[in-house]
């Protein structure tokens, strides 16, 4: 089969990759009808995260039919059309049984991430997301093996496009699971950092949940603009504002925001001795966002994490979170415990998250649009692959 295969840092393929092939009785094909580039991807395309190999096939939101299934698939046949989440879960282990899906402790052979790990068990499988999330095949790819099939492929009404319901497979719920973490609710104040698809998503969630005010805070005026446009966001540039948190706190009356979303993660621009610090491995992560955060909320506020961060952080301000009573939520997202509901909203209408996708090309054309997406070329938005 042609599939979306990583080289080296900035070195992706499509090329001829092997075929999948079920190796449990749960275990199902999937034939892709489209699927996803995202910010995560960037992570991996831009050399940043270890374990991965060459050869490797990438991508973690993708959908399509059901070309075979194991014999222990009770919950599929033939066929039926479904939506996958990039986290794959057992369904049955100490952390499944309490809906932390992004835990699961059955379903990744590889490391984890976690750098003093001791004897913990690392986090859930993730698709095509090196070989420290159990080094799974990804699904920018004509075909991709599904394991735990009676957990996490969700079947799809009729009547629905495959770009309406999409990006169910993450950044919809990461973007619900982020202000649910916020505790958002009718009539809060929430700041938003990072209007990429996670950001936007979480606007999205936000106002489904009644919030009144959202400040969103990026340096790309189209992506500003989309949220001011779409989800009717008060944009901050952080090229034009020195601080973007004096800036929330100026405009919240000095109070700051009942919840603040980092929707950018460890690779967040602003601060140039970060980035540089970062880049040689002294620093683990870059901090900006985070303490753009922790000053932005008010006191016994939250701060909600769906960005990606990796190791340690020294300028984090620990003391001034203490000061401030602030909560901290965070955590790759625990999708199949939010997408049935999350589902229902987009039929009936409450929720259109296909409204971000801006670029439609053929997998064949792959390596375009990573270009294209992580170059933030053509006011790209979201790219969707069809193969
Ligand atoms: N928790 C999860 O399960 C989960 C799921 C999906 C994505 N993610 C993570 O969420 C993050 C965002 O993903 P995305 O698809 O929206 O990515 P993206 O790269 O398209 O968007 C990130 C945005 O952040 C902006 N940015 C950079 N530095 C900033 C700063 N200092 N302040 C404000 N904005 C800044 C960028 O300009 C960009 O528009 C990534 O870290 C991704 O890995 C996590
Ligand atoms: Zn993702
Ligand atoms: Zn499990």
Redesign the pocket.
């Known amino acids: 089969m042609k599939a979306l295969v990583y080289h080296g840092t900035r070195d992706v393929r499509v090329e001829q990759a092997p075929d999948p092939v079920m190796t449990q009785p749960d275990d199902i094909i999937l034939r892709v009808t489209a699927t996803a580039i995202?910010?995560?991807d960037?992570?991996l395309y831009r050399g940043k995260v270890p374990g991965l190999k060459s050869g490797d096939v990438l991508g973690h939101e993708f959908m399509g039919i059901v070309e075979d299934i194991g014999p222990g698939v009770t919950k599929l046949a033939r066929g039926d059309r479904v939506v996958v989440p990039?986290?794959i879960s057992c369904g049955q282990c100490f952390y499944c049984e309490q809906s932390l899906y992004?835990s699961c402790e059955k379903s990744n052979p590889g490391r984890g991430a976690i750098v003093n790990k001791k004897s913990a068990t690392p986090g859930a499988g993730l698709f095509g997301y090196t070989h420290l999330y159990g080094g799974y095949a990804g699904g920018q790819a004509e075909y991709v093996r599904v394991p735990y099939a009676n957990v996490g492929p969700l079947k799809l009404p009729q009547g629905l496009d495959d770009e309406q319901v999409l990006f169910l497979s993450?950044?919809l719920p990461?973007g619900y699971?982020?202000v649910l973490n916020g505790g958002v609710k009718r009539g809060s104040t929430v700041a938003i950092?990072?209007?990429?698809?996670?950001?936007?998503m979480s606007a999205a969630c936000a106002r489904l949940l009644g919030a009144e005010r959202i400040f969103i805070?990026?340096?790309?005026p189209y992506?500003l603009r989309f949220a001011e446009e779409a989800y009717g966001c008060e944009a901050i540039n952080?090229d034009e504002c020195d601080d973007?948190a004096e800036e929330i706190l100026v405009r919240t009356g000095h109070h700051g925001v009942d919840a603040s979303i980092d929707?950018?993660?460890?690779?967040?621009?602003?601060?140039t001795v970060e980035t540089v610090a970062a880049n040689l491995k002294i620093e683990g992560s870059?901090g900006?966002?985070l303490r753009?955060c922790i000053a932005a909320t008010r006191r016994g506020g939250i701060v909600s994490?769906?960005?990606?961060y990796a190791g340690w952080i020294h300028g984090f301000l620990f003391g001034d979170a203490f000061d401030k009573g602030l909560g901290f939520k965070?955590?790759?997202?625990h999708?199949q415990g939010l997408m049935p509901e999350l589902l229902e909203h987009i039929m009936e209408g409450r929720l259109k998250p296909q409204n971000i996708i801006t670029h439609r090309m053929r997998l064949a054309d792959a390596v375009q649009a990573y270009e294209i997406?992580?170059g933030?070329k053509e006011e790209c938005r979201?790219v969707v692959l069809r193969p």
Do not use: N, Y
């Not at 950092?193 to 936007?200: E, L, R, S």
């Not at 994490?305 to 990606?308: A, E, Y």
């Not at 965070?330 to 997202?333: E, L």
């Open positions: 995202c910010g995560s960037l992570h990039f986290t992004a993450d950044i990461t699971q982020a950092f990072g209007a990429g698809p996670v950001g936007w805070v990026d340096h790309h992506r952080f973007p929707a950018v993660g460890f690779e967040a621009k602003g601060s870059a900006t966002v753009w994490v769906p960005g990606v965070m955590g790759q997202t999708c997406f992580e933030r979201k």
